[in-house]
């Protein structure tokens, strides 16, 4: 261990900053009949929810438009945020141009370019967990049922 552990406020403070500054976030979801798949997808974070793309027929595609759950893993393994959220689906050209602009700016990655057609997963978060080493295991739970309990 290495340090005391960060108080809940700033373990927030910690978790909003990389939503705010990270490009890249670990995605797992299932198929229906529970095969677990794992891949990273650019994200985009408004405040509010996380913002991805990606082929409407690729595994993660189908698993998120099925389930409409996912666990989202941001950052290394001994400093990492854990999210469930829930998902919605848009086709490529449902949303504003201006939430797509930003999108595009902070992936630099355009997913209404490619040939393969995709679509937008809108997470919106309901469990976020954050910790960095067993003794940031206690207190670990930031959000719970949508709601931030620091």
């Keep these: 261990m290495s340090g005391d552990p960060r108080p809940g406020a700033q373990r927030r403070r910690d978790t909003e900053y990389r939503l705010r500054h990270d490009v890249d976030i670990w995605v797992a979801s299932a198929s229906a009949d529970g095969v677990p798949h794992l891949v990273p997808l650019s994200f985009d974070w408004d405040g509010e929810a996380l913002l991805m793309a990606t082929p409407t027929n690729s595994v993660t595609g189908r698993n998120l438009a099925v389930s409409r759950s996912v666990r989202l893993g ?77």
């Design 74 to 150: 941001l950052g290394p393994t001994r400093d990492v945020t854990m999210i469930e959220g829930e998902v919605e689906v848009f086709e490529i050209d449902g949303l504003p141009k201006e939430r797509i602009d930003l999108f595009v700016e902070g992936a630099d990655f355009d997913p209404r370019l490619p040939a393969a057609p995709y679509r937008w997963f809108r997470v919106t978060p309901r469990r976020i967990q954050s910790w960095r080493e067993v003794n940031e295991l206690t207190g670990r739970e930031l959000m719970r049922d949508g709601d931030w309990l620091v």
